[in-house]
């Protein structure tokens, strides 16, 4: 059975624009009817262009947002119709890496802080008082590569690729089963980038995390996915295996991608 079940999902924007001085009233479907699967333990890579409605889909996963129409199954319970109470305590299981680790973390949060502060607001259990809290933040900067020193350190002391190995221990902290990765190497140069999918596939392995990964480059998406959807327009106009992807695609949305970009960078 899938980890997470999509079926018909859609979200329609409205907006207002003026022209010629007079006001028109609209609609935007940025996610149009979206139906897909994710397997426990694999990685869905998500691939298209800018506006393609990539990052609402995901948020829209997660219910950060409400869809307007659609349903969302997670692990066998329905997301759309659980409670508050519900959804906060599903919410431990379903996770986010931000695009822009300069945005993302909270400037007045010293490193300890922004990692603890999931722990604290779930109330972990075994894990209370001070010590044993601190114990956990440094374990997870450990996974991610960074160590104790950077506990009382704030964001802005750190690079982007420091920062966003913080954003993604904040992730791990309530030991999830589901992450949405929102493009979090497009912000970073192409060899920091290469080192934090690598990251990723590496922790993928040791917590047995299941992964949406976003991106508009399908270089690293090939990289690091088990299987690739292609999103073109708010529709998922493709999905298959990686190789077949790469090897066969059918559509010409698909093939204009494999085109457009070169090969970057291998996972290890």
Same mark, same amino acid.
């Given at each position: 059975?899938?980890l ?9 924007f409205?907006?207002s624009r ?6 028109s009233?609209g609609e935007v479907?940025?996610v ?5 699967d994710?397997?426990?333990g694999?990685?869905l ?7 393609s409605?990539k ?7 997660l219910?950060?947002?409400e869809?307007s129409?659609?349903?969302?199954v ?6 759309l119709?659980a ?5 906060r305590?599903?919410?431990?299981d379903?996770?986010?890496?931000f695009?822009d ?9 010293r490193?300890e802080?922004?990692?603890a502060?999931?722990?604290?607001i779930?109330k972990v !259990?075994g894990?209370f008082g ?15 590569g960074l160590?104790?020193s950077?506990?009382r350190?704030?964001p ?6 420091q920062?966003?190995r ?6 791990l902290?309530?030991?999830p089963k589901?992450?949405v990765?929102?493009e ?15 990251l ?9 995390l299941t ?10 998406v090939r990289y ?7 999103m073109y ?7 298959g295996t990686?190789? !077949?992807?790469?090897? !066969? ?7 204009s991608?494999l085109?457009a970009?070169?090969?970057l960078f291998?996972?290890?």
């Open positions: 059975m899938a997470i079940e999509v079926r018909n999902l859609t979200k329609i409205s907006h003026s022209a010629f001085g007079q006001k009233d479907r940025a149009d009817e979206v139906s897909l994710i397997h426990s694999e990685t890579g998500l691939v298209g262009e800018s506006g409605g990052s609402t889909l995901g948020r829209l996963i219910r950060l947002i869809p129409s659609g349903s969302i997670f692990d066998g319970r329905d997301l119709s409670g508050h109470g519900e959804v305590r599903m919410r431990r379903l996770q986010i890496i695009q680790p300069f945005a993302s973390l909270d400037p007045r949060f490193v802080d922004v990692i502060e999931p722990l604290i779930h !259990q894990i001070k010590d044993r809290v601190r114990e956990r933040v440094i374990e997870l900067l450990r996974a991610v160590d104790e950077t506990l350190r704030y802005h002391e750190f690079s982007g690729g920062r966003q913080i954003g993604i221990a904040r992730a902290a309530l030991r589901f992450i990765c929102d979090p190497v497009s912000a970073l140069d192409v060899s920091v980038g290469a080192q934090i999918v690598n990723l596939s590496h922790l993928q392995r040791e917590f047995g992964y949406l990964f976003i991106s508009h480059s399908m270089p690293v690091l996915s088990t299987r690739i959807a292609v327009r708010g529709k998922i106009v493709e999905v990686t190789q !077949q992807i790469a090897e !066969q695609p059918r559509h010409a949305y698909t093939r991608l085109d970009t070169p090969q291998e996972v290890e």
